[in-house]
């Protein structure tokens, strides 16, 4: 079992900055990568950022630039670095851990609201 709780997301104008917190707890020794996905109403979940075991990145070609996912193994979290924000990234941000928990693949957070102002 995994358990991820974010935080840190909210209110802000355009241009302006926001970090992101996922703290992961139960058996993380089994996780390989971790993602930030995001939804708007009527819209299907977007994979934003992705770091794997290793330390490689990778981000969706809207956020490239702008945002940054990193994460600090000592406290099993995972970070969403979001700079020079726009109104379009307002969104429900998701936390997503992929590992192998035998037939369990991976977990999802419970989502923190980010809204952009213009």
């Known amino acids: 079992q995994v358990h991820l709780v974010e935080s840190g997301g909210g209110l802000v104008q355009a241009g302006g900055s926001l970090r992101l917190s996922c703290a992961v707890s139960?058996?993380?020794?089994?996780?390989?990568?971790m993602d930030w996905y995001r939804q708007t109403p009527g819209k299907q979940r977007e994979l934003v950022a992705t770091?794997?075991?290793?330390?490689?990145?990778t981000y969706a070609d809207s956020v490239k630039g702008r945002f940054i996912i990193s994460r600090d193994n000592a406290k099993s979290t995972v970070y969403l670095q979001m700079s020079r924000l726009k109104p379009e990234d307002t969104a429900i941000y998701y936390c997503?851990?992929?590992?192998?928990?035998?037939?369990?693949?991976?977990?999802w957070g419970q989502g923190t609201q980010v809204t952009v102002s213009s």
């Open positions: 139960g058996n993380t020794f089994a996780i390989y990568a």
């Open positions: 997503n851990v992929r590992g192998t928990w035998g037939n369990v693949h991976d977990y």
């Open positions: 770091i794997i075991t290793g330390g490689v990145t």
